[in-house]
């Protein structure tokens, strides 16, 4: 089993950026794959990115070229590092686990807003 706690949320102005952090604990984190996902108000969750064992990436199309993924396996931490905000991306952001099961952190909540 895996804990994991997301930190870096907050409030931004359109064009600005955010760093969001995950720290795991728990278990072996670099077996698991690591994703964010983020739900806005009255929507469902969505995948936003997701970084594989061996550190291959994939986007959701609505942040691909603004959110950059990455993890370090020695940190046992993964970010999402997000530029270029628009207030489309106002959304409670979450760190997601995989292996035989997922594991959530408690999200961080992040407003683009002017």
């Known amino acids: 089993q895996v804990q994991l706690v997301e930190s870096g949320g907050g409030l931004v102005q359109p064009g600005g950026s955010l760093r969001l952090s995950c720290a795991a604990s728990?278990?072996?984190?670099?077996?698991?794959?690591m994703s964010w996902y983020r739900q806005g108000l009255g929507k469902q969750r969505e995948l936003v990115a997701r970084?594989?064992?061996?550190?291959?990436?994939n986007y959701a199309d609505s942040v691909k070229g603004r959110f950059t993924i990455s993890r370090d396996n020695v940190k046992n931490t993964v970010y999402l590092q997000m530029n270029s905000l628009k207030p489309e991306d106002t959304a409670v952001y979450y760190c997601?686990?995989?292996?035989?099961?997922?594991?959530w952190g408690q999200g961080t909540q992040v407003t683009v807003s002017s």
């Open positions: 728990g278990s072996i984190f670099r077996d698991y794959v």
């Open positions: 997601c686990a995989a292996q035989l099961y997922m594991y």
């Open positions: 970084i594989s064992i061996s550190g291959l990436t």
